[in-house]
């Protein structure tokens, strides 16, 4: 995901005393102006404008009242005790001690940036987990549950042949009083957090009580062998060969009825929108667009209940699909979380411009440390970086840093993407906790995902994601999986890719995959989309890997918006939206199928929908539509609702007859029979008529 344009504010950092017995860190009042953060192209995340980019460079003490770093012996709290225990580094930064309730003037909390090369947070930031409202509080919400005082997940061992499978409970309780667990829906409950199952179970339905009544219920656990078969058609080896559509915008409800039509026309997948739960809002305006798409990129947790649809509607799209003979890949966003400041609480500027809670898709509680002013009245502390329903805590994340070199390995990882939490995702907890993640989208029914922002992401610790991953399916990727990275290239091409290093996501993590346990077969199913597809591909001058380990595209849903710099085309290539020829773009779809110079393997379609003539980018799924815009900002830019399916139309339905271009409505660029044919033929299908679309298309 690219970074178009942004609203900086330049801040100074200065120490000051706001009482007797507590000093704080507050910033001034800051200089607000749009920037581009860097010219060169950067992966999948936009930040809000009114959420400003905190540069940790400039932060200057101007006194001494605070000592810059501790010494500590003492290990870093993880996420839980049954995880491994990560050790602190000798020399973190300190943290002031618990504030009053509401900072005066215009300050902000800023004490989280960090300091030289540390990547650690602040290690008493723990001081602060269990922000969640109890039930009761006049700010609580059902949907809370009872994050205030009990957080968990499951983790899923399938055993060889995915067949069967344990599930293991990882639970925490604020009181630390015993636990009890039910895996049928709270029937019944036991003293152990395990349990197996083998293939005549359906499911797991799991309820965590303590001893004082309060209970938490978690989403279901699915399992892998209760998805329905895909026929093992030769054409695509094994899901390693075939057209995969980017159903941008495209709600699980319609894909669903698509899919009769996607597997008449020899399509071998879908890939759909993030689906775990993501930010929203029905208050606040994004520089006035309301929902935009890229909200969907910034995660709240890890429970199937996007924007596009809940965990019910996903996966019964999924056994429609796989019943149509076509798989489901997922956008999976594993590098952050939301951007700091758009969370639960209370915000403002330090020149006092206020913006305040927004929500989620699945209404879990989520809280960032930044722009805050507030203590959090159940913790007596300051806002701390807290996800309950994941669960992250503070000790999850790097401490805060801007993204400001892109030949750094510790920046490239460490530095937060436009102001997005960024997850310390070297850390082994980490890891497991984004495995587990990857297992139950598989578990669902899924054949692969897409890693969105790979390259902020080292490539050691994509390698152990993937090695867990494995180990959890049973010792082996299932046969048709496939993943594939974004990492965008531009001026940093020799540091990323063409050079050997320590940041190298070529050959660099093809040998920490081998060192992970990945075998080739494995490494194999591991694909690269690295951007320079058409115009500079190879770009390191010669093919470092294969071509048959590349995923090519004409245009992505990054380049819709306008000064994107992810892609450069120019006259290799065509943006439908951007371009509104019909002509020149469906001439580059065909081309991505007919050309022959190189033995691309997976090629993706996008089938997308054209933004409002305002500019209005949200999806066409309602949840845009500023009707339900219930706040005071003025300005709402929104889309309507349209629906996605319509089995009576050919393909470029933002064209009319005559060939104007339509606004706000759906591309369905997937229905042009001239791209399906040339897709069959690539395909080595066999010629027909009937490809699920009227007979009138042509």
Aim: charged letters at 15%; one cysteine or more.
């Amino acid at each position: 995901m690219s970074l178009q344009c942004i609203a900086t504010t330049l801040t100074t950092v200065v120490y000051v005393t706001v009482n007797p017995t507590v000093t704080a860190s507050v910033s001034s009042v800051p200089t607000v102006q749009p920037t581009v953060v860097s010219s060169t192209p950067v992966s999948s995340a936009i930040v809000s404008s009114t959420v400003p980019v905190v540069s940790s460079t400039s932060a200057v003490p101007t006194t001494s009242a605070v000592p810059t770093t501790v010494t500590s012996a003492s290990p870093v709290p993880t996420t839980f005790s049954s995880v491994k225990t990560v050790s602190a580094t000798a020399s973190v930064p300190v943290s002031a001690s618990p504030a009053p309730s509401t900072l005066p003037g215009c300050q902000i909390y800023n004490l989280d940036s960090c300091q030289g090369d540390n990547v650690d947070p602040v290690a008493d930031t723990e001081n602060g987990r269990w922000q969640t409202p109890p039930k009761g509080a006049s700010d609580y919400l059902d949907t809370y549950q009872t994050y205030r005082d009990i957080v968990a997940w499951p983790h899923v061992q399938y055993g060889s042949g995915m067949k069967s499978a344990t599930v293991t409970v990882n639970a925490k309780s604020r009181t630390q009083i015993g636990l009890q667990y039910s895996f049928d829906g709270g029937k019944s409950f036991q003293s152990s957090n395990v349990k197996s199952f083998s293939s005549s179970d359906s499911g797991a339905n799991i309820v965590i009580k303590d001893a004082n009544g309060l209970s938490l219920t978690l989403d279901p656990v699915d399992f892998a062998w209760t998805a329905k078969p895909v026929a093992d058609l030769p054409q695509f080896k094994k899901g390693q060969k075939g057209a995969i559509v980017d159903m941008f915008g495209w709600r699980y409800t319609d894909i669903e009825k698509e899919c009769v039509m996607l597997g008449k026309a020899g399509y071998l997948g879908v890939k759909i929108n993030p689906p775990q739960e993501s930010l929203t809002s029905d208050k606040y305006l994004d520089s006035g667009y309301f929902n935009p798409w890229y909200w969907v990129y910034q995660p709240v947790s890890y429970r199937l209940q996007g924007r596009m649809g809940s965990r019910d509607e996903l996966r019964s799209m999924i056994q429609t699909c796989r019943s149509n003979n076509v798989r489901i890949y997922a956008d999976a966003v594993i590098n952050h979380m939301t951007a700091i400041g758009n969370d639960k609480l209370n915000h403002r500027t330090t020149n006092c411009q206020a913006f305040g809670p927004k929500n989620s898709t699945g209404g879990s509680p989520f809280f960032t440390h930044s722009f805050a002013y507030q203590y959090n009245p159940y913790t007596n502390y300051r806002p701390v970086m807290e996800y309950p329903a994941v669960p992250w805590g503070p000790q999850d994340f790097h401490c805060e840093r801007s993204l400001n070199s892109y030949t750094s390995s510790l920046i490239m990882d460490a530095g937060w993407l436009v102001s997005l939490s960024d997850l310390h995702t070297g850390r082994d907890n980490v890891q497991e906790r984004i495995a587990d993640y990857l297992t139950d989208l598989i578990g669902i029914g899924m054949s692969g995902f897409r890693m969105d922002a790979a390259k902020h992401i080292k490539p050691a610790a994509i390698a152990a994601i993937l090695a867990k991953v494995k180990r959890n399916l049973g010792g082996t990727f299932p046969p048709d999986f496939i993943t594939w990275l974004e990492v965008l290239l531009g001026g940093e091409k020799d540091f990323l890719a063409c050079v050997p290093s320590d940041y190298n996501y070529y050959t660099g993590l093809d040998g920490e995959m081998a060192k992970a346990g990945l075998t080739s077969d494995e490494i194999y199913k591991v694909k690269m989309w690295s951007s320079d597809y058409p115009k500079e591909m190879p770009i390191c001058g010669s093919w470092i890997l294969p071509p048959s380990r590349f995923v090519i595209q004409n245009d992505d849903h990054d380049q819709q918006n306008p000064g994107s710099s992810s892609r450069d085309m120019q006259d290799t290539g065509s943006v439908l939206i951007k371009d509104r020829d019909l002509q020149r773009h469906r001439g580059f779809e065909v081309k991505l199928f007919t050309r022959t110079d190189n033995d691309w393997q997976i090629k993706v379609v996008l089938s997308s929908y054209s933004f409002a003539e305002n500019g209005a980018n949200g999806f066409l799924d309602g949840s845009s539509d500023c009707k339900k815009y219930v706040g005071t900002q003025s300005g709402c830019l929104g889309q309507p609702y349209v629906q996605a399916h319509d089995p009576n139309v050919c393909g470029y339905t933002t064209f009319t007859s005559g060939g104007g271009w339509i606004p706000s409505q759906f591309t369905r660029v997937h229905r042009d029979r001239a791209i399906i044919n040339a897709m069959r033929q690539w395909m080595g299908f066999s010629a027909t008529s009937d490809v699920g679309i009227p007979s009138s298309c042509q």
